[in-house]
């Protein structure tokens, strides 16, 4: 089992790009969750998805987008990235108590 | 406004020590309450504590949870250098399985 896989581990993008951010997991979890890491902030929800096809609003929700097509994959967007943005992200998914994370990805919005 | 907060931010420690790290909570419907172990990349999970498990341990690891004052510590006795790590203090919520965390405590132990 390759567990929680993040794809890319690192990308620069310049302001007003997009990209998005692929989240896979095997285990079939249901629940799946796209975080972001800033320093001295912990982990702060942006987006979750309680199952194929459903996706709802976290703590941190605006400038992202997601989707949630597949019960194994968790896609996060971003339509047009801002400095703000750049941050260290990851997916998480769950079968309702404890999650298993991804390796995360390292995004810099220049 | 639910919310979780540790303390200390940081703490540097010698080899053999013993540390106690600290995680209040303010959530409703809370669930559970959890703490991870962050190296350089993913957290990775330690211990899961409910109503139901409200102390546990792993070797030189041990966590307690207080419900009654919303507060949990983690401790860590005869630390190693391998300890050296962000200790992430979380609180599940709903039914949803949704997380809230607070800053992290970063440790450091020292040969």
């Known amino acids: 089992n390759a567990g929680v896989t993040q794809t890319p581990k690192f990308r620069v993008l310049k302001t007003g790009q997009s990209m998005t951010l692929l989240c896979a997991q095997d285990?079939?979890?249901?629940?799946m969750y796209w975080y972001r890491q800033d320093p001295g902030m912990g982990l702060r929800l942006i987006h979750y998805s309680v199952g194929e096809g459903t996706t709802a609003k976290g703590e941190v929700p605006d400038g992202y987008n997601v989707s949630r097509l597949k019960k194994q994959n968790f896609l996060l967007g971003l339509e047009s990235a801002a400095p703000s943005q750049t941050s260290v992200y990851f997916c998480?998914?769950?079968?309702?108590?404890?999650?298993?994370f991804g390796p995360g990805t390292r995004l810099t919005v220049l | 406004e639910d919310k979780v907060v540790q303390s200390p931010l940081s703490l540097v420690v010698h080899e053999g020590d013993t540390v106690t790290l600290n995680c209040s909570y303010e959530?409703?419907?809370?669930?559970?309450l959890l703490w991870y172990k962050q190296e350089k990349k993913a957290p990775t999970f330690l211990f899961m504590l409910?109503?139901?498990?409200i102390e546990k341990k792993s070797g030189r690891l041990s966590s307690i949870l207080d419900k009654k004052e919303l507060s949990s510590i983690l401790n860590i006795t005869a630390t190693q250098t391998g300890d050296s790590a962000i200790y992430l203090c979380?609180?599940?919520?709903?039914?949803?399985?949704?997380?809230?965390f607070g800053q992290g405590t970063t440790l450091q132990v020292k040969p």
């Open positions: 285990m079939n979890h249901e629940y």
């Open positions: 998480a998914s769950s079968y309702g108590n404890e999650q298993f």
């Open positions: 409910t109503s139901s498990g």
């Open positions: 959530v409703t419907n809370f669930r559970s």
């Open positions: 979380a609180v599940s919520y709903g039914n949803t399985g949704k997380l809230i």
